[in-house]
């Protein structure tokens, strides 16, 4: 039997048991071993804020449209940062290279779910690199998520960079603009964040709740303001405070996933008056100057590259690993005690 973890409702997980399927001509089958939980995307369909929920996309006209809804509950088997053991291999795939092989380690998407069947052509090249442990594979996307960011923010090495958000993936940032040669001022609303921040390679710290942060970073940078600002958290105060945090023509990356009206962001303030570039980076594509370059697919190897070296820890980032029965009790970690927790791991 299969299992997969499904909200049934808003704050309403299952662990539901289906019955294996058939593999398909063409596809691998993946026993999970685990499963990141995204504290961020994930969490607007376990809320019930996800805008498809309410809408369609429309990829042609590339809008969404009100009336019907993309997705109904229950919404199963979501989730983007799986790896697992090949159990199976479709008998014509043999011999194809980059193919991982029955017993091999591997990391991709599948979902929440205790096996997965998923396309080849998705899988080649997914072998988990020598050396790194079974968690890190779990890792992959939200590592390519903020990899992305700092490809879009074009940092340059003594830039000042300001990281709004100091969860998994906003920590990821931090390490990343510090390798790309930033100096990162780190911004989050949680102590222990920003103590992790420094662990992961901030300059310093400010604290989005008692700091004035805008005023702090002008501050720090002569009375300029940073040269980017990446905001991660997904937060319209955050934002905004990061908009009002760089220099004249700075750049905003902006990386979250914004839910409702922007309440706390006003388009006629600082953005407006310093005239500062706002750029959205979303792990649907990379920059299109880099197109030609990079692709999410290289973001992801490289970032895995990146751990395997030991330049980036992820190991250290999980708090939790929690056993696919109790699922629902980690996502009432995630949504009602986010202090509590950092990356949050499902074990099958």
């Not at 700075?250 to 953005?271: K, N, P």
């Amino acid at each position: 039997m299969e299992r997969v973890v499904q909200f049934t409702g808003p704050r309403q997980v299952e662990v539901a048991e289906h019955a294996s399927a058939p593999l398909p001509v063409g596809h691998l089958r993946v026993r999970t071993r685990y499963s990141g939980i995204s504290a961020g995307t994930e969490l607007t369909a376990y809320r019930g804020t996800n805008p498809y929920l309410t809408r369609t996309w429309d990829p042609e006209t590339r809008l969404f449209r009100d009336g019907a809804a993309g997705i109904e509950y229950p919404v199963a088997g979501w989730g983007y940062s799986e790896v697992g053991v090949v159990t199976e291999v479709s008998p014509e795939l043999a011999g194809t290279a980059g193919m991982p092989s029955v017993g091999e380690l591997v990391w991709g998407i599948w979902g929440h779910r205790s096996e997965g069947i998923v396309p080849a052509e998705r899988m080649i090249g997914h072998t988990l690199p020598g050396g790194l442990e079974p968690l890190a594979g779990a890792f992959a996307r939200v590592g390519a998520i903020a990899y992305n960011a700092v490809l879009a923010a074009d940092i340059h090495v003594g830039e000042d960079v300001a990281v709004f958000g100091q969860g998994v993936i906003g920590l990821l940032t931090t390490r990343l603009a510090q390798l790309n040669g930033a100096r990162v001022t780190a911004v989050d609303a949680l102590e222990i964040r920003l103590a992790s921040a420094k662990q992961y390679g901030a300059h310093s710290t400010l604290n989005a709740h008692t700091d004035p942060v805008a005023a702090r970073i002008r501050e720090a940078t002569g009375g300029v303001g940073a040269d980017v600002a990446i905001e991660i958290s997904g937060a319209y105060p955050a934002l905004h405070e990061a908009l009002r945090s760089v220099t004249v023509g700075g750049r905003v990356v902006a990386s979250g996933f914004y839910q409702g009206d922007g309440a706390g962001l006003r388009l006629g303030d600082e953005f407006h008056h310093n005239r500062v570039q706002l750029i959205c980076s979303q792990i649907g594509g990379v920059p299109p100057e880099l197109t030609g370059r990079w692709n999410v697919e290289r973001l992801q190897r490289t970032f895995l590259r990146l751990v395997a070296e030991g330049q980036v820890d992820v190991e250290s980032l999980v708090s939790h690993v929690v056993p696919v029965a109790d699922a629902a009790e980690a996502y009432v970690l995630l949504d009602e005690r986010p202090a509590d927790a950092l990356q949050v791991v499902l074990e099958f």
